[in-house]
Antibody
Framework: QVQLVQSGAEVKEPGASVKVSCKASGYTFTNYYIHWMRQAPGQGLDWMGRMNPSGTSTIYAQKFQGRLTVTREVSTSTDYMELSSLRYDDTAVYYC?????????????WGQGTRVTVSS | DIVMTQSPDSLAVSLGERATINCKSSQSVLYSSNNKNGLAWYQQKPGQPPKLLIYWASTRESGVPDRFSGSGSGTDFTLTISSLQAEDVAVYYCQQFYSSYTFGQGTKLEIK
């Protein structure tokens, strides 16, 4: 069965970086896009960025340009999301999710979420 | 960026009654190539990641009960729950995937 397992909760100081992993299993990793979203406490969903199936191309939401890096390690079927220059309002649950299929931008498999707290 | 606006922000519906949530996009999300709309609906319960209900505006995801249906085209879309069940209490989001990706602000559905 398809599974996306994310790394554990993180607490970071303002200005630091955080790197969250998303390990996929149960399907051919290089056939699907993986997206990253976040959800601040009590707030809605915020799309952050996306990695293409081969791991050669990313797109990012404009609000995260320059601070967000998504990478793919094909050998371990793992995607990584790194957010730098953290601010207090980056405190959120971060999710990775897999697209239904290439060409369908909806996501139907989600990781469990990783809570990132930015605190001094 | 395409802005997605949902209405209402919250609603309360009696068990067994119909629930309707609307979603409006700031520009059309209709693909001319396949005549499909790049619009999805998700359900999120507290403490859980969202769950995909509908994509292409009206295609139900596998395993989703048929009381959930999606309709609309272009810029105006609707999620309908035909007969509300207790387990449908959740926050519902629309998402466009026509041009990059954006979510609506969410609609909280409660039992009246």
């Amino acid at each position: 069965q398809v599974q996306l397992v994310q790394s554990g909760a993180e607490v970071k100081e303002p200005g630091a970086s955080v790197k969250v992993s998303c390990k996929a299993s149960g399907y051919t990793f290089t056939n699907y896009y993986i997206h990253w979203m976040r959800q601040a406490p009590g707030q809605g969903l915020d799309w952050m960025g996306r990695m293409n199936p081969s791991g050669t191309s990313t797109i990012y939401a404009q609000k995260f340009q320059g601070r967000l890096t998504v990478t793919r390690e094909v050998s371990t079927s793992t995607d990584y999301m790194e957010l730098s220059s953290l601010r207090y309002d980056d405190t959120a649950v971060y999710y990775c999710a897999r697209e239904v299929n290439v060409g369908i931008g909806a996501v139907n498999y989600w990781g469990q979420g990783t809570r990132v707290t930015v605190s001094s | 960026d395409i802005v997605m606006t949902q209405s209402p922000d919250s609603l309360a519906v009696s068990l067994g009654e119909r629930a309707t949530i609307n979603c409006k996009s700031s520009q059309s999300v209709l693909y001319s190539s396949n005549n499909k709309n790049g619009l999805a609906w998700y359900q999120q319960k507290p403490g859980q990641p969202p769950k995909l209900l509908i994509y292409w505006a009206s295609t139900r995801e596998s395993g989703v009960p048929d009381r959930f249906s999606g309709s609309g085209s272009g810029t105006d879309f609707t999620l309908t729950i035909s007969s509300l069940q207790a387990e449908d209490v959740a926050v519902y989001y629309c998402q466009q995937f026509y041009s990059s990706y954006t979510f609506g602000q969410g609609t909280k559905l409660e039992i009246k």
